[in-house]
C-alpha cells in the first residue's frame, strides 16, 4: 500500500462516516434548535425538554436509517475486503 492508496482509504472512510452520522446529527441539531426556540418563547427552562424529544427522534431515524446504514457499511466493508486480498 503506498500513499496514495491510504488517503484514498482514508477518504473514503470519512465519507462514509459522514454518511452514516450525518443525517442522525442533522436532525438532532433541527430538533435541539426547535425546543431551544420553544424555550425562548415560553420561558420554560427545563432540561428534560430539550434531552427527551432529541433522544426520541435519534432513536426514530437510526431505525428508519438502518437498512441505508448496513447497506453502506456493508459496500465499505467488501470493498476493504477486496483491496485487502488484492495486495
Given at each position: 500500500m503506498?500513499a496514495?492508496?491510504?488517503?484514498?482509504?482514508a477518504?473514503?472512510?470519512?465519507?462514509?462516516?459522514?454518511?452514516?452520522?450525518?443525517?442522525?446529527?442533522?436532525?438532532a441539531?433541527v430538533v435541539?434548535?426547535a425546543?431551544?426556540?420553544l424555550?425562548?418563547?415560553?420561558?420554560?427552562?427545563e432540561m428534560?425538554?430539550?434531552?427527551v424529544?432529541?433522544?426520541v427522534v435519534i432513536l426514530?431515524a437510526?431505525?428508519?436509517?438502518?437498512?441505508?446504514?448496513?447497506?453502506t457499511?456493508t459496500?465499505?466493508?467488501h470493498s476493504l475486503?477486496?483491496?485487502?486480498?488484492s495486495?
Amino acid at each position: 500500500m503506498n500513499a496514495a492508496d491510504a488517503i484514498d482509504l482514508a477518504h473514503e472512510t470519512v465519507v462514509v462516516a459522514l454518511k452514516l452520522g450525518g443525517p442522525v446529527m442533522l436532525l438532532a441539531l433541527v430538533v435541539g434548535l426547535a425546543v431551544s426556540f420553544l424555550q425562548a418563547l415560553t420561558q420554560i427552562q427545563e432540561m428534560t425538554l430539550t434531552f427527551v424529544p432529541k433522544m426520541v427522534v435519534i432513536l426514530l431515524a437510526v431505525l428508519a436509517l438502518l437498512p441505508f446504514m448496513m447497506t453502506t457499511l456493508t459496500t465499505f466493508t467488501h470493498s476493504l475486503v477486496d483491496r485487502i486480498i488484492s495486495g
